[in-house]
């Protein structure tokens, strides 16, 4: 496969999954939306759609591993999305590491001056921006 230009990032959630695009030429992203979900199951339906409104070249799911690096339960979920992900849409689908994307994020809207009313006001799709950054800074265009 080439190069991918354009991706789509997730920061897959049991409540909540933030969605960013971003591409390779300027190796930034941005926040798109959050979508919810059922304990972990997204409204596939408006993935398709967003899939075909941006139509992506690659995903990029954050993997949500411990401190230490080692795997945690959300990230197998996390992975399993991302094969579900592949298999539905047959786009290549890759996982990053997002340890401290939340954090980053809360942090970025406290500065912002967003105090708390994360349930009204989530930093998911946020996280995807930076977790999705974080991916393209680690496979920067050639």
Not at 12 to 18: A, F, H, L, S, V
Not at 36 to 54: Q, S
Not at 64 to 82: H, I, T, V, Y
Not at 86 to 96: A, D, K, Q, S
Request: charged content about 25%; aromatic content about 6%.
């Amino acid at each position: 496969m080439s190069t991918p230009r354009l991706l789509l990032g997730f920061d897959y959630g049991t409540r909540q999954i933030g969605v960013a695009v971003g591409q390779m030429i300027t190796g930034q992203a941005r926040e798109l939306c959050t979508l919810k979900a059922r304990d972990g199951v997204p409204d596939w339906d408006r993935i398709e759609v967003l899939l075909r409104e941006w139509q992506p070249d690659a995903l990029v799911v954050g993997l949500p591993l411990n401190m230490d690096g080692s795997p945690s339960e959300m990230s197998a979920r996390a992975e399993k999305f991302a094969r579900r992900l592949n298999g539905r849409f047959n786009l290549p689908v890759h996982t990053h590491d997002e340890r401290l994307t939340t954090y980053e994020a809360k942090g970025q809207r406290l500065r912002q001056g967003q105090t708390g009313g994360y349930r009204e006001r989530p930093v998911d799709a946020l996280a995807a921006a930076l977790l999705l950054e974080g991916w393209l800074n680690e496979h920067p265009a050639p």
